[in-house]
């Protein structure tokens, strides 16, 4: 049975910029078959055990020929797989996407194409410059670069697009600015016409350079501005000095790494994005039902809810999985009726509220320690107390609460479990400093990390981190990466996430790296 290709835009680059549509085929396709401009990350919302083809140009390979790339497409969909080719902006713009799909074509093989945010407009967005504008540019040319100059004059009618159109747009034409320029002032254009180039627009690594035809190959020789990026030429460029945005955000040109399992990392990623940074999703730790022993002793806690007198929630976890348990086992919660019910923190007493449980909230920072503080004074020998939590849990306040006399009844209610598949971009960023911070929210996630980039081939993971700031959610956690040879340069005040960002903009305001090349 021949399978199905979608030929996907994956836009510009930041990957939020992505279609709806797009993302409905990365959750769909078997086989992921993308190029150095889609962004990584898009790779993580592709359904589990896909298999990720790289067919972009690495400074170890040289790039696979586009005939190559075509046949690849049409034996991987003979196989019966479902494929997606996801390409850097939208595939019909320079994107040869037309010579991909005249293949699957000839072959018989269905396919679709998904358009997607070109950068030629989006990269100019972010960078404060719309590409018309009512009193400067009513019309738009949008023109390849990348070229040789003589290969260009082959493409380009210069006498007639060089006025053409208000706004000139030249993709992947770095390296050639000088011969552009010079094409363009010969032909017509003043040299003081105002000239921008945007490069990696959208991404962490954005940077933009202006000038005018008369002086930007000189400022990009200064500059050693590299590609890729878009040349944006025409009256358009001035109206970035009243409109750039992007920069202007806190977080702007921070890409972060975000370790905490994917089910949970969304709140995170939000205030990360909403704040101008870039994330980069490398979950290192999961969570599953226990199975064996520890589920039977799960099971045989819940049986005695009637009995306990406290029930103590230390994490969001804990909640949910509790409340999986109770419904799997056909149980309701006013069996628990007897016992008072505290939460360690904001974030596990609003799990409990969803589930209509207002819980006693501990104050101060959130930590297992604040319990004794809270409610020492009705802690009496002999309560029984029902603790739900992980595996991994520290044992250090069922041993207090045992020392106090209290009967502590430790119920596993989920398992962690390590993640990480090996992830050449991750590698590729960290070693050349593009991590700028690393955000840990708990121990496990420390461990799990190190363990993933030993894994991945360092040697000495902890090394390999020295080039980004450490974040940590509480003091746990930051001892524990400490132990681990971290250097743990972000704490939050409380326990959430809402504190951890707030310490990450901290660190950024009082002038938090920007490693980008």
Same mark, same amino acid.
């Given at each position: 049975?021949?399978?199905?290709?979608?030929?996907?835009?994956?836009?510009? &680059?930041?990957?939020?910029?992505?279609?709806?549509?797009?993302?409905?085929?990365?959750?769909?396709?078997?086989?992921?078959?993308?190029?150095?401009?889609?962004? #990584?990350?898009?790779?993580? *919302?592709?359904?589990?055990?896909?298999?990720?083809?790289?067919?972009?140009?690495?400074?170890?390979?040289?790039?696979?020929?586009?005939?190559?790339?075509?046949? =690849?497409?049409?034996?991987?969909? /003979?196989?019966? *797989?479902?494929?997606?080719?996801?390409?850097?902006?939208?595939?019909?713009?320079?994107?040869?996407?037309?010579?991909?799909?005249?293949?699957?074509?000839?072959?018989?093989?269905?396919?679709?194409?998904?358009?997607?945010?070109?950068? +030629?407009? @989006?990269?100019?967005?972010?960078? &404060?410059?719309?590409?018309?504008?009512?009193?400067?540019?009513? @019309?738009?040319?949008?023109?390849?670069?990348?070229? @040789?100059?003589? *290969?260009?004059?082959?493409?380009?009618?210069?006498?007639?697009?060089?006025?053409?159109?208000?706004?000139?747009?030249?993709?992947?034409?770095?390296?050639?600015? &000088?011969?552009?320029?010079?094409?363009?002032?010969?032909?017509?254009?003043?040299?003081?016409?105002?000239?921008? /180039?945007?490069?990696?627009?959208?991404? +962490?690594?954005?940077?933009?350079?202006?000038?005018?035809?008369?002086?930007?190959?000189?400022?990009?020789?200064?500059?050693?501005?590299?590609?890729?990026?878009?040349?944006?030429?025409?009256?358009?460029?001035?109206?970035? !000095?009243?409109?750039?945005?992007?920069?202007? =955000?806190?977080?702007?040109?921070?890409?972060? /790494?975000?370790?905490?399992?994917?089910?949970?990392?969304?709140?995170?990623?939000?205030?990360?994005?909403?704040?101008?940074?870039? #994330?980069?999703?490398?979950?290192?730790?999961?969570?599953?039902?226990?199975?064996?022993?520890?589920? %039977?002793?799960?099971?045989?806690?819940?049986?005695?809810?009637?009995?306990?007198?406290? %029930?103590?929630?230390?994490?969001?976890?804990?909640? !949910?999985?509790?409340?999986?348990?109770?419904?799997?086992?056909?149980?309701?919660?006013?069996?628990?009726?007897?016992?008072?019910?505290?939460?360690?923190?904001?974030?596990?007493?609003?799990?409990?509220?969803?589930?209509?449980?207002?819980?006693?909230? =501990?104050?101060?920072?959130?930590?297992?320690? &604040?319990?004794?503080?809270?409610?020492?004074?009705?802690?009496?020998?002999?309560?029984?107390?029902?603790?739900?939590?992980?595996?991994?849990?520290?044992?250090?306040?069922?041993?207090?609460?045992?020392?106090?006399?209290?009967?502590?009844?430790?119920?596993?209610?989920?398992?962690?479990?390590?993640?990480?598949?090996?992830?050449?971009? =991750?590698?590729?960023?960290?070693?050349?400093?593009?991590?700028?911070?690393?955000?840990?929210?708990?121990?496990?996630?420390?461990?799990?990390?190190?363990?993933?980039?030993?894994?991945?081939?360092?040697?000495?993971?902890?090394?390999?981190?020295?080039?980004?700031?450490?974040?940590?959610?509480? #003091?746990?956690?930051?001892?524990?990466?400490?132990?681990?040879?971290?250097?743990?340069?972000?704490?939050?005040?409380? +326990?959430?996430?809402?504190? /951890?960002?707030?310490?990450?903009?901290?660190?950024?305001?009082?002038?938090?790296?920007?490693?980008?090349?």
């Amino acid at each position: 049975m021949t399978g199905k290709v979608y030929l996907v835009g994956a836009g510009p &680059g930041d990957a939020r910029l992505i279609t709806v549509k797009g993302l409905d085929c990365l959750a769909k396709g078997d086989v992921i078959v993308y190029d150095r401009l889609a962004n #990584p990350s898009l790779l993580g *919302k592709a359904k589990r055990g896909a298999e990720k083809i790289y067919v972009g140009k690495r400074t170890d390979r040289h790039t696979m020929k586009q005939e190559d790339i075509n046949q =690849l497409l049409v034996d991987l969909a /003979l196989t019966g *797989k479902t494929v997606v080719r996801l390409k850097g902006g939208d595939p019909t713009i320079f994107g040869r996407v037309g010579e991909e799909a005249e293949l699957l074509r000839k072959h018989g093989i269905p396919y679709e194409i998904v358009p997607g945010i070109t950068a +030629a407009i @989006s990269v100019p967005a972010y960078a &404060g410059i719309p590409v018309t504008h009512r009193d400067m540019a009513s @019309s738009l040319s949008i023109i390849t670069g990348h070229e @040789s100059p003589d *290969k260009l004059d082959l493409s380009i009618h210069w006498e007639k697009v060089t006025n053409a159109t208000g706004t000139l747009v030249f993709m992947m034409g770095v390296a050639k600015i &000088g011969y552009i320029s010079r094409q363009l002032i010969k032909h017509g254009r003043r040299p003081e016409t105002p000239v921008a /180039l945007v490069r990696w627009g959208t991404r +962490a690594e954005q940077e933009t350079l202006t000038g005018t035809l008369a002086d930007i190959e000189q400022k990009v020789m200064a500059a050693d501005f590299k590609p890729p990026a878009v040349i944006v030429v025409g009256e358009v460029v001035k109206q970035r !000095e009243q409109l750039m945005w992007a920069e202007s =955000l806190p977080l702007f040109g921070t890409r972060i /790494l975000v370790t905490r399992s994917r089910s949970q990392a969304s709140e995170l990623v939000r205030q990360i994005e909403d704040l101008g940074g870039e #994330p980069y999703e490398f979950p290192v730790i999961d969570f599953e039902m226990p199975s064996g022993e520890p589920l %039977a002793a799960a099971e045989k806690a819940l049986e005695r809810l009637p009995e306990y007198d406290w %029930a103590f929630f230390t994490s969001v976890n804990g909640v !949910e999985f509790f409340f999986n348990h109770l419904e799997r086992m056909g149980k309701d919660i006013r069996a628990l009726h007897h016992a008072r019910i505290a939460a360690v923190g904001p974030a596990t007493k609003e799990a409990l509220r969803r589930y209509g449980i207002a819980a006693e909230e =501990l104050p101060g920072r959130y930590q297992a320690e &604040g319990l004794l503080e809270a409610f020492g004074t009705s802690l009496r020998p002999g309560q029984k107390v029902l603790l739900p939590r992980g595996d991994l849990a520290r044992s250090w306040l069922p041993a207090a609460l045992r020392d106090r006399g209290l009967d502590v009844t430790e119920a596993v209610m989920y398992a962690t479990v390590p993640v990480g598949d090996e992830d050449e971009e =991750l590698a590729k960023l960290l070693r050349e400093g593009k991590i700028h911070a690393v955000t840990f929210t708990s121990s496990s996630t420390v461990t799990n990390l190190l363990g993933a980039l030993r894994r991945m081939g360092f040697e000495d993971p902890a090394s390999a981190l020295q080039g980004a700031a450490i974040a940590c959610i509480g #003091p746990v956690t930051a001892k524990t990466a400490e132990e681990a040879g971290l250097r743990v340069e972000i704490l939050a005040e409380e +326990a959430t996430i809402a504190s /951890l960002v707030a310490a990450l903009l901290g660190w950024k305001q009082a002038g938090g790296r920007r490693k980008l090349d």
